[in-house]
């Protein structure tokens, strides 16, 4: 059987390392890739980052040299990048956004200084509003750009056509899109009937729905490893 991995770079290769150590075969096809944004990022004020993904820990650590200003990461994954990169200071929530900002009113006080949220061009939620609503001072900094894959690796499209594909791994709602967009392109819409979906969260299994499966599983924790351990339930 074929695992696909649409993550993107480094994440895609790490994983498909991982699971060919277990003895999976796997293929790799980053729907999107990252660019890190030279900017100048000031923390003169400031009384912690907030970060919510891996990609926006990366491109911190790209653009400032700073690592001992308090972090806070939305959840353990990207705590742990961020502890990997160099960052001393670090907190993290449950891994989604509204328990990331309980977690600062909870902890921090708005007369501290202010907050600046680093991300990517793409976002979900507004995480910046919902800060200033509770009386914060907060700043939203781009630091990195996204840049969608226009169409499927041949490699991919061959695994498709000749039936190879057992199982998808996703990650994000916004990598779902692009997938089932570059199916529809390549009308391939009928090959999921024989491949089972394993999503990260129900917010990326609801993007789905428009396609006729095999079998569409969501874990019972929102992390990476909760997912990696359904992989022996739907392998041929």
């Known amino acids: 059987m074929t695992i696909l991995i649409t993550r993107p770079q480094p994440d895609a290769e790490r994983l498909a390392k991982h699971l060919q150590q277990k003895g999976y075969y796997t293929l790799i096809d980053p729907l999107i890739e990252i660019e890190f944004i030279d900017v100048e990022l000031s923390l003169k004020g400031v009384q912690a980052i907030l970060v919510t993904s891996l990609n926006g820990i990366r491109a911190l650590a790209h653009v400032s040299p700073e690592r001992a200003q308090l972090l806070y990461a939305v959840g353990p994954g990207s705590a742990s990048e961020a502890r990997s990169l160099g960052f001393e200071n670090v907190r993290y929530a449950s891994g989604n956004i509204q328990a990331l900002i309980e977690k600062i009113q909870h902890e921090m006080s708005p007369l501290r200084g202010k907050m600046i949220y680093v991300c990517g061009d793409v976002i979900g939620g507004d995480i ?13 900094h781009m630091i990195y750009r996204t840049k969608e894959a226009t169409t499927f690796t041949s490699q991919t499209l061959k695994a498709f056509k000749a039936n190879k594909i057992s199982l998808i791994l996703f990650f994000s709602p916004r990598t779902v899109d692009i997938f089932v967009k570059l199916l529809q392109q390549s009308s391939l819409e009928s090959v999921c009937e024989s491949i089972t979906a394993l999503c990260l969260s129900t917010a990326v299994r609801e993007r789905l729905k428009g396609l006729h499966w095999k079998s569409t599983q969501v874990p019972a924790r929102l992390s990476q490893i909760a997912l990696l351990k359904l992989i022996p339930n739907y392998t041929r």
């Open 128 to 140: 910046v509003g919902e800060l200033k609503h509770q009386g914060f001072e907060a700043e939203k």
